[in-house]
């Protein structure tokens, strides 16, 4: 009896680890975010726009750094929130915009999401259908790619386009080590 407790013990212990594996990305960071567009993209330099915003200038509260790039098909943004928070409302943002996509029936595809604590993500592979235009963050049509959260900064990746930019997607979310739809 004591060798099947002690398998069924270790069955339950490998099976936690694969499920808290499939939760886990790398913290992000502005330094981190702009190297794998350098570095996967091939993003010129001068491309890739960071603002860093006096407290009360910024056009999202509470965000202190904004990098955004458009490349390869590809749309990438950074924020930096100034408290961990402000960070999690605002990613809220798009994780309710895509359960509201969902709920209407307005998204046929591939997806996953979660939020709990200081990190969250949605990502996705479908399609995203016009009647969800006026309250969709992540555009409609074709979508491939994810928003991800944790700490004090979002970081949302995405694409419209198939082929060559769908590749650039998937290739900067491996590298960010985000979780992606393969």
Known sequence: ??????????????????????????????DSFTASLTEVLEAPAAD??????????SPIPGCKRIIT???????????????????????ERYHESFEDIV?????????????????????????IFAGAASYSMFGVGNVYGGAYYEGNAVVVIMTNNGGEARTNTRNVLKDM??????
Do not use: H
């Open 103 to 127: 709920e209407a029936s307005n998204f046929s595809g591939q997806y996953k999401k979660s939020i709990s604590g200081s990190r969250g993500y949605v990502y996705f592979d479908g399609q």
């Open 48 to 57: 890739i726009r960071n603002v860093t915003y006096p407290s009360k200038m």
């Open 177 to 182: 080590g985000y979780p992606y739809i393969k």
């Open 1 to 30: 009896m004591k060798k099947i407790t002690k398998f069924v013990a270790l069955i339950l212990v490998v099976v936690m680890l694969f499920a808290l594996a499939g939760c886990y990305f790398k913290s992000p960071s502005a």
């Open 69 to 91: 790039y458009y490349g390869g098909g590809v749309s990438s943004t950074y924020y930096e929130f100034s408290d961990p928070k402000i960070a999690m409302e605002y990613f």
